[in-house]
C-alpha cells in the first residue's frame, strides 16, 4: 500500500516532466502518422499557392493571348498553355482558390448544419427525432452527385449555387454520424442536471452537448473536405459548375479533354493531376484526423 | 536522224499516255445499297418541320419528306440554284408582274401510305405554315408575309399569288422545314398529327425511332426521282457529346455528322485516318449575335452598346478564333459571299469592324465615360451550354471587353432554360444569340434586326420603326442595286448608329466524314441537302 508521502514524490515528478514543445509534438504525430503528415504538409502547400496566387504566378490567369496558344510545357510555360493562350500553371495556381474556397465553404456549411440538426435531433428525440430521420434517409439515399445535379438544375449554376448543391448532401451525412455520438451523450446524467437546472434547450444543445461531439464533427469535415473539391470539379466539368473564365480545374479539364487530349494532352493532364492531387492529399489528412480523435482507433 | 528519234519518242508517250488515259477508271458511278451511319448531336423535339428548327429534328427526318423545290443537291453552295422536288419542269417564271407563280406538281407521287399526292396537299401544307389555326404553331409564317393566296385550281396545279413582287419568295419555297405533309392526314388527324408521326413522300421510310438512341430509315421503292435513293437506309445515331461523336467517325460506328466539327477535331481525325477520310469546308449561314438586353441600364444607351461592339476586334478574332472553333468569317448582317453584302472596305467603316482596333477601343473608352462609366462596370454574359461555338466565342469576347474595362461573368444554361430565358423571362444582361438560316435569302434572314412586336426572334426587347421601314422597303424594291442601297443604311444602323445587337463572326463549317460516304455536297447551312437521296456508299 503506497504511504502519502510516496503519492507525494510521485506527484512531485509528475510536475517535474518537462513541458513538450509544439515542434516536439508535431514531430511526434508526424513520426507516428507519416502518411498524415506528407498529405498536412501537401494541404498546407496548397493553402499557400492559394493564399499567394499573385505573387507565385507570372502571367494573368484569364487574359487570352492567342499568339501563344498551345504551347507545349517547356521553360516560359511550366505547364504549356491553352486553346486561349493562357498559362495552365497560373490557372491552376488560380484554380486552387476556387477549389478550396468551394471546398472549405461547403464542408463548413455541410457538417456545421449537419452538427446542429444531427445533435438536435438526439437531444429531442421521439417522433421529432423519428420523422427528421426519415428524412435524412431520403436525402442520403441519393448519390452526392446526383443530389448536387438536382440542387444546380434548380438553383443555376454559380460558385454560390455550386457550393449550395455541395453543401446541401453533406448535411444528412454529417448529421446522421453526430447523432450516433449525441444519443449516447443525451443519457449522461450531466445533460438532465442541466434540465434540471432549467436551462434553455438552446444552452443545453450548444454549450453541454456540441462540444462533446466535436471529434465526430472534425472527422466529417475533415472527410468532406475531398469529397466537396471532387464534387465541385464534376459539376465544373458537366459545365454546371463555375463558368469561364473563373479558372477551376474542373472547367479547365472540361475545356481540354475533349478536343485536345491527343494534339495537346497537357491540356487536360495537368487540371487532372491538380484535382486528384489535391482530393488524395485531403482524404488523407481526414484519416489521419480521424484516427487522431476517434477514441477507438487512438486505444488500438 | 536525231530529228526522226524525237518524233518516234514523242509520238511513244502519246500512245502511252492515251491508252492510260482510256484505261483510267471513270467518274464512278452511283452504287446501290448499304445502310448509312450518321451521328447527330441534337435531340428530336418532334417531328413536325413546321414547328420545329433545330438539326436534331432535320437530319434524321429530312429523308422522309419532300418538299415543293429544294436547293440543288449538285449545287448546294449557290443561294440561286433551285430545282424542283415535287413540281415539275423549273422552278415557273412568275407573271403578273412577279406576283403569281404558277407551279405545275407530278402526278407520279405517293406518300408511304399509298396515298396519291395532288396539289391540294401541297396547298394544305402552304396553308398550314402561312395561315394556321389558332393555336397552331408555324415556326416560319414571318417568311411568306408576302403570300396573298395559295390556290390548288386542278390536282396539277398550285398558284402563289403574292401582295408584291420580291426576291425573297422563292427562297423561301425552298426551306427544308416544309415537308409536305397529306391533307387527308391534317383533315383526319388534326395539325399537331405530325408531331409524331410520319408520313410523307421522301427517299426514306420512317421504321422506328428509340428516343435518345437512333432513328431509322428504310429505301422507298416508289420514290418519284428516278433510280433513287441509292442507299437501302439509313441509321441517325443520337450522340450529344462531340467526344462520342469524334470516336463514332474514327471507330466507323458512324461514317458522317452533318453538322460541323471544330477544326481541331478535322485535324486529329485527318491524321488518323488519312486518305480514308474526306473533308468537306464552307461558309456558314449562321453567325454569332451579342444581344444586349435594351430594358436594362445601362444597356439602353446606344452609347454603351456601341463601346461593347467596338471593343471586339473581329478581324484579329477571325485569325484565331478560327483555329479552336467553328467560326471565321468577318461580315455584317448579311451572309458574307452574297451579292447583298457589305465589301470589306464598307464594313470597315461599321463600328467594330474598323481596322485599327486600338482607336476603337480608345473610342470605346471616350463613349463609356460619356455614358457616365468612366471606370467600366460589370455585368453577366448569358450564354448557351453548348461548347461549339457558343462557350468559346464566349470567352472571347469577355476578354475584349475587359480590354475596355469592363468586367463580364459568364452565366451559361442548357438549351432549354437558355432559350426560356431569351423569349419568356428576359433576365438577362447581355446575351449571346445567334441567326442561324438554312437557304441563303437576306432579305428575310435579316429580319431579326426588326422590331421585336414584328420579329419573333429578337431578344433584345428594341422597337426601332426607321429599321422596320427600311426592311419592308428592300422587300418590296424589286431592283437589287437599290436593295442593296437599302441594306447598307439597315446594316449601318443596326449594327453601328443604335448598335441595338451585333454580329460577332460567322461560323464555318467543317464537315469530316468517311471517305466512302459519296455524292453528299457541303451546303452553307447545316439544313441543307439532307434529303439523302444522292447519297452513295463506296464500300
Same mark, same amino acid.
Not at chain 1, 248 to 277: C, D, H, K, R
Not at chain 2, 119 to 128: G, I, M, R
Not at chain 2, 285 to 301: I, S
Given at each position: ?27 511526434? *504525430? ?13 494541404? /498546407? ?33 511550366? #505547364?504549356? *498553355? ?49 420523422? #427528421? ?21 434548380? /438553383? ?42 432549467? #436551462? ?101 | ?14 500512245? /502511252? ?44 427526318? @429530312? ?17 440561286? &440554284? ?23 406538281? @407530278?402526278?407520279?407521287? *405517293? ?27 408555324? +415556326? ?104 462520342? @461523336? ?38 456558314? +449561314? ?12 445601362? /444597356? ?5 452598346? @456601341?463601346?461593347? *461592339? ?82 468559346? %466565342? ?38 449571346? &444569340? ?45 431592283? %437589287? ?20 445587337? #451585333? ?37
Amino acid at each position: 500500500m503506497a504511504s502519502p508521502s510516496d503519492l507525494a514524490v510521485s506527484e512531485m515528478d509528475f510536475d517535474a516532466l518537462p513541458e513538450r514543445s509544439w515542434v516536439d509534438k508535431i514531430k511526434d *504525430t508526424a513520426r507516428k502518422k507519416p502518411l498524415g503528415a506528407v498529405s498536412a504538409c501537401a494541404v /498546407f502547400v496548397m493553402l499557400l499557392l492559394a493564399a499567394f496566387a499573385n505573387v507565385i504566378t507570372f502571367y494573368d490567369p484569364v487574359q487570352n493571348a492567342f499568339d501563344s496558344m498551345h504551347v507545349a510545357p517547356g521553360a516560359a510555360h511550366w #505547364f504549356g *498553355t491553352d486553346q486561349f493562350g493562357r498559362d495552365i500553371f497560373t490557372r491552376i495556381v488560380f484554380g486552387a482558390r476556387t477549389a478550396l474556397f468551394v471546398g472549405f465553404s461547403a464542408s463548413i456549411l455541410g457538417s456545421t448544419a449537419g452538427l446542429i440538426l444531427g445533435v438536435g435531433s438526439a437531444y429531442f428525440g421521439g417522433r421529432f427525432d423519428l420523422i #427528421f430521420q426519415r428524412f435524412m434517409d431520403i436525402f442520403i439515399s441519393f448519390p452526392l452527385i446526383i443530389m448536387a445535379l438536382s440542387v444546380v438544375s434548380i /438553383f443555376g449554376t454559380g460558385t454560390q449555387n455550386v457550393i449550395l448543391a455541395i453543401t446541401i448532401p453533406l448535411i444528412p451525412r454529417c448529421a446522421r454520424v453526430v447523432r450516433s455520438s449525441a444519443l449516447a451523450i443525451r443519457e449522461i446524467p450531466y445533460v438532465d442536471a442541466a434540465r434540471a437546472l432549467g #436551462f434553455a434547450h438552446v444552452r443545453i444543445i450548444f454549450r453541454h452537448m456540441i462540444p462533446n461531439v466535436m471529434a465526430p464533427y472534425l472527422i466529417m469535415l475533415t472527410s468532406f473536405l475531398g469529397q466537396a473539391i471532387l464534387l465541385e470539379a464534376s459539376l465544373s466539368y458537366l459545365g454546371l459548375g463555375v463558368q469561364e473564365p473563373t479558372p477551376a480545374w474542373g472547367l479547365m479539364l472540361q475545356g481540354g479533354a475533349e478536343e485536345y487530349a491527343e494534339s495537346a494532352p497537357w491540356i487536360p493532364v495537368f487540371p487532372g493531376l491538380a484535382i486528384t492531387a489535391a482530393v488524395f492529399a485531403f482524404n488523407l489528412f481526414g484519416d489521419a484526423v480521424r484516427d487522431t480523435l476517434d477514441p477507438r482507433l487512438r486505444s488500438e | 536522224m536525231r530529228n526522226t528519234r524525237m518524233k518516234t519518242l514523242l509520238i511513244a508517250v502519246a500512245v /502511252f499516255a492515251l491508252a492510260l488515259w482510256s484505261f483510267a477508271p471513270a467518274e464512278a458511278a452511283p452504287k446501290k445499297g448499304g445502310t448509312l451511319k450518321f451521328v447527330v448531336g441534337s435531340k428530336i423535339p418532334s417531328y413536325d418541320g413546321h414547328i420545329e428548327s433545330t438539326f436534331g429534328m432535320i437530319h434524321p427526318i @429530312r429523308p422522309f419528306y419532300s418538299l415543293l423545290i429544294r436547293v440543288n443537291p449538285d449545287n448546294p453552295a449557290s443561294p440561286t &440554284d433551285f430545282v424542283c422536288d415535287v413540281c415539275e419542269g423549273g422552278i415557273p417564271a412568275p407573271t403578273e408582274g412577279h406576283t403569281k407563280y404558277t407551279f405545275k406538281i @407530278r402526278g407520279d407521287i *405517293t406518300f408511304h401510305n399509298g396515298q396519291k399526292l395532288t396539289s391540294a396537299d401541297v396547298k394544305a401544307t402552304y396553308d398550314k405554315i402561312i395561315s394556321p389555326p389558332k393555336g397552331i404553331e408555324s +415556326n416560319r409564317k414571318a417568311f411568306f408575309s408576302m403570300v396573298e393566296s395559295v390556290t390548288a385550281p386542278d390536282p396539277k396545279t398550285l398558284v402563289f399569288k403574292l401582295k408584291y413582287p420580291t426576291g425573297a419568295f422563292v427562297p423561301a419555297l425552298a426551306l427544308p422545314y416544309n415537308f409536305i405533309y397529306s391533307k387527308a392526314d391534317l383533315d383526319k388527324h388534326g395539325y399537331k398529327w405530325h408531331q409524331k408521326n410520319v408520313n410523307g413522300t421522301g427517299a426514306f421510310r420512317f421504321v422506328q425511332h428509340q428516343p435518345g438512341a437512333f432513328v431509322e430509315g428504310k429505301r422507298y421503292d416508289k420514290y418519284h426521282h428516278k433510280g433513287k435513293p441509292h442507299l437501302d437506309g439509313f441509321r441517325a445515331i443520337s450522340a450529344p457529346k462531340m467526344a462520342i @461523336r469524334l470516336q463514332a467517325i474514327r471507330g466507323d460506328r458512324a461514317a458522317i455528322e452533318f453538322r460541323g466539327f471544330p477544326p481541331k477535331a478535322r485535324d486529329d481525325l485527318k491524321k488518323a485516318l488519312g486518305d480514308k477520310l474526306t473533308v468537306q469546308e464552307s461558309d456558314w +449561314n449562321c453567325n454569332l449575335m451579342v444581344t444586349p438586353n435594351h430594358k436594362r441600364k445601362p /444597356f439602353d444607351d446606344a452609347r454603351v452598346r @456601341r463601346a461593347l *461592339t467596338l471593343a471586339i476586334d473581329r478581324w484579329g478574332g477571325s485569325k484565331y478564333l478560327s483555329r479552336i472553333a467553328i467560326v471565321k468569317t468577318v461580315g455584317g448582317v448579311v451572309f458574307p459571299k452574297h451579292p447583298l453584302a457589305a465589301t470589306k472596305e464598307e464594313l470597315t467603316k461599321i463600328a467594330g469592324y474598323w481596322p485599327d482596333i486600338n482607336k476603337s477601343r480608345a473610342e470605346a473608352k471616350r463613349l463609356l465615360k460619356e455614358a457616365g462609366y468612366p471606370n467600366g462596370f460589370e455585368f453577366t454574359l448569358h450564354n448557351r451550354g453548348v461548347d461549339q461555338p457558343y462557350k468559346v %466565342v464566349g470567352t472571347w469576347v469577355i476578354d475584349q471587353w475587359r480590354k475596355i474595362g469592363l468586367k463580364v461573368k459568364q452565366w451559361v444554361q442548357p438549351s432549354g432554360p437558355f432559350y426560356a430565358t431569351l423569349r419568356k423571362k428576359k433576365n438577362f444582361d447581355v446575351s449571346i &444569340d445567334f441567326n442561324c438560316q438554312s437557304v441563303i435569302n437576306p432579305l428575310v434572314d435579316v429580319s431579326k434586326f426588326i422590331s421585336d412586336d414584328k420579329a419573333g426572334n429578337q431578344y433584345a426587347q428594341y422597337q426601332d420603326r426607321q429599321l422596320d421601314k427600311w426592311f419592308e422597303q428592300m422587300n418590296k424594291e424589286p431592283d %437589287v442595286k437599290k436593295q442593296r442601297a437599302i441594306m447598307r443604311k439597315y446594316e449601318k444602323r443596326a449594327l453601328d448608329e443604335m448598335a441595338h445587337q #451585333f454580329v460577332t463572326l460567322w461560323w464555318y463549317k467543317i464537315n469530316p466524314h468517311r471517305s466512302y460516304v459519296k455524292g453528299w455536297k457541303i451546303a452553307p447551312s447545316h439544313y441543307l441537302n439532307q434529303h439523302l437521296d444522292n447519297v452513295w456508299i463506296e464500300k
